[in-house]
């Protein structure tokens, strides 16, 4: 910062140099209440809002993308899901609500899961990721 600056610019500049770092910053973490947001509104469009869970968030998982502790209504996103496009995230949730009503993936949970519309696109695209696998690997 050039020492000739008045002290009013410098304050200013630096809450602007700040407040920059900040968004950078929470643009490069997974961000748990984005998540419970984006939940929110699927839950709200498909779900008619009946679906509670008690917490969600990201946590590092190396094989799976998403879980349900179907018991306590607790979802976890795997945190390098954070570079998917938003509509495949937004698949991941869709799936991992539709496991708060069924822990299985027999026809009611697909019936739930297939409400989000690009759920088959998005099967595809996992597939594709996790092409060692014939089974996107979504738990
Ligand atoms: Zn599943």
Same mark, same amino acid.
């Given at each position: 910062? !050039?020492?000739?600056?008045?002290?009013?610019? #410098? *304050?200013?500049?630096?809450?602007?140099?700040?407040? @920059?770092?900040? #968004?950078?910053?929470? #643009?490069?973490?997974? /961000? *748990?209440?984005?998540?419970?947001?984006?939940?929110?509104?699927?839950?709200?469009?498909?779900?008619?809002?009946?679906?509670?869970?008690? /917490?969600?968030?990201?946590?590092?998982?190396? @094989?799976?993308?998403?879980?349900?502790?179907?018991? %306590?209504?607790?979802? @976890?996103?795997?945190?390098?899901? =954070? =570079?998917?496009? *938003?509509? %495949?995230?937004?698949?991941?949730? %869709?799936?991992? &609500?539709?496991?708060?009503? +069924?822990?299985? +993936?027999?026809?009611?949970?697909?019936? &739930?899961?297939? @409400?989000?519309?690009?759920?088959?696109?998005?099967?595809?695209?996992?597939?594709?990721?996790?092409?060692?696998? =014939?089974? !996107?690997? %979504?738990?």
């Amino acid at each position: 910062m !050039p020492a000739w600056m008045p002290q009013g610019e #410098r *304050d200013r500049w630096a809450g602007e140099m700040r407040r @920059r770092l900040q #968004r950078r910053m929470e #643009r490069a973490r997974p /961000s *748990d209440e984005r998540l419970d947001h984006r939940a929110q509104a699927l839950n709200a469009r498909h779900f008619g809002g009946r679906l509670h869970w008690t /917490s969600i968030g990201f946590a590092d998982m190396a @094989r799976r993308w998403g879980s349900c502790t179907f018991t %306590v209504g607790a979802i @976890r996103i795997a945190t390098r899901a =954070t =570079t998917l496009p *938003d509509w %495949v995230l937004d698949y991941l949730l %869709v799936h991992e &609500l539709a496991h708060l009503e +069924h822990s299985d +993936h027999g026809p009611a949970f697909k019936e &739930l899961e297939d @409400r989000y519309p690009l759920s088959e696109r998005a099967r595809g695209y996992l597939m594709a990721l996790d092409h060692a696998t =014939t089974e !996107p690997a %979504v738990d």
